[in-house]
């Protein structure tokens, strides 16, 4: 993996604000390069120093085994949650 690019995945990350979020393909067309599986990628391997359950797929789900998890840290920062997955039109992080 490109650690340019997995440093810079995990800059933008680090700067989606609290109760807010964006989509894996969102900071991949943000940063201008990659697509939403390579910055996936680089949350499994890489994600666990940042603010990880403030990216989501683009139906604004998770992977099962981080749900749990997430839903927590969801609630904890308000962030607009129906049926157990983020409204990503109302959560989106400004700027994306």
């Known amino acids: 993996m490109d650690e340019s690019f997995t440093e ?6 680090e700067q989606i604000p609290s ?3 964006a989509t894996f393909g969102l900071i991949a067309e943000r940063l ?7 910055v996936g990628r ?6 666990h120093g ?5 990216v989501v797929r683009a139906d604004g ?3 099962p085994h981080l749900i749990v ?12 949650v129906r049926n ?5 039109v109302e959560a989106l992080a400004p700027d994306f």
Do not use: K
């Open 84 to 88: 157990g997955r983020v409204v990503v």
């Open 61 to 63: 789900t998770l992977p």
């Open 50 to 54: 940042v603010p990880w359950w403030r």
């Open 69 to 80: 998890d997430a839903q927590q840290h969801w609630r904890d920062e308000g962030t607009p």
């Open 32 to 38: 201008g390069r990659g697509g939403a599986r390579q």
């Open 8 to 13: 810079a995945v995990l800059e933008v990350v």
């Open 19 to 21: 109760g807010s979020v």
């Open 42 to 47: 680089v949350m499994s391997l890489e994600g």
